[in-house]
């Protein structure tokens, strides 16, 4: 049995006919996942990133296993106008913005700060919300709160309809035409491939490894933990800096935060917003907003019922892995091939 196989298996073929629910009114995952570890955040002193750019090799080269590898021509949509086909495939090399293929990138600012000119470097990713809205607002449960605070699409489920993007303050996760369930199901009608951004190193946490970006970094820039111990960090390197914080409050709080020398005012008036480029504008709660709160809840239960099978889907190729380890220990003792 085959990843779709088994999700069809699970009743998710019958996402197929949830298709012909009204984009308005689906919904998904939880509000506010529990935790029960507790939200695990990143800090990244900017005061010491010289924008090496080691951390964006160490995500390529982490992740390289995940990248998408679609199926070309593309179906064509129907209506023809409705989803445009987004290819990255045949510019796997850039990594300058946000795409499928380069989930980290490094902002570069040349500003003025109290009368100096200072030049500073900003590693940029997916903000990891507390509560995030890309989870909260996906139709099919395809993005999801882990307990550790990291945000996760899962490539298995996702429709690539980028519903994600557009309720994402930052709109950080990029399209694949080409790739994913959907040509298993309504290619012509469902979505247009899959989402990605980043997830933290999804398989890395899952051993026990530090993310590839912050166990990289030659500088230290990035550090990892509690979200509350993260915060105190924050304050106290700000205060020593002297320095500006952004993460505390953005979108209801984020567990990526920033420590910067330079205002983020001023680093936002250097660095609009563009496609794959996030700004830096402060942003207000997007979860709080009623019209938001009553389509997530209202959908909470197809949320629930996805999110079982995600779980269901995560024990199945558990034991599958197990059981694939058993079979190649013996073979590696003998010094076969696994
Ligand atoms: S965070 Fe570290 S590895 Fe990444 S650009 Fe800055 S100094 Fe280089
Ligand atoms: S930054 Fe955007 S993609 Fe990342 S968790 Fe927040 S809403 Fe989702
Ligand atoms: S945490 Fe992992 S996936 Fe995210 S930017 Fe760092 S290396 Fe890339």
Known sequence: MNRRDFLKALGLAGAGAACTVPASAVQAAPIAASSPGGDQATLFDLSQCVGCGACV?????????????????????????????????????????????NWLFVQHFAVEHEGRAVELHMPRRCMHCENPPCANLCPWGACAKEDDGAVEISAELCL??????????????????????????????????????????APRRARGELPACIEACPFG?????????????????????????????????????????????????????????????????????????????FLAPVAGLLAGARQAWRAWTGQADARAAKREAPAKEDGHDA
């Open 57 to 101: 090799e160490a995500c390529r080269e982490a992740n390289a296993n995940r990248f998408p590898e679609p199926l070309k021509p593309f179906p064509p949509m129907v209506p023809t106008n409705r989803a445009k086909p987004e290819d990255w495939s045949d510019k796997r090399g850039v990594d300058d913005r946000l795409t499928p293929y």
């Open 160 to 201: 690539g309809g980028a519903k994600c993007r557009t309720v994402c303050p930052w709109h950080i996760p990029q399209r694949q035409t080409g790739v994913g369930l959907y040509l298993d199901l309504l290619p012509s009608l469902a979505g247009n491939g899959v989402m990605y951004k980043c997830d933290r190193c």
């Open 221 to 297: 820039v990035q550090s990892i933990g509690p979200r509350e111990e993260m915060i105190a960090k924050a304050r106290e390197l700000a205060a020593a800096m002297p320095g500006f914080i952004y993460g505390l409050d953005e979108n209801g709080g984020t567990n990526t935060i920033y420590v910067s020398p330079v205002p983020f005012e001023t680093l936002a008036a250097a660095a609009p917003p563009a496609p794959g480029r996030p700004g830096l504008a402060r942003v207000g709660d997007s979860m709080a907003d009623s019209n938001t709160l009553a389509a997530a809840v």
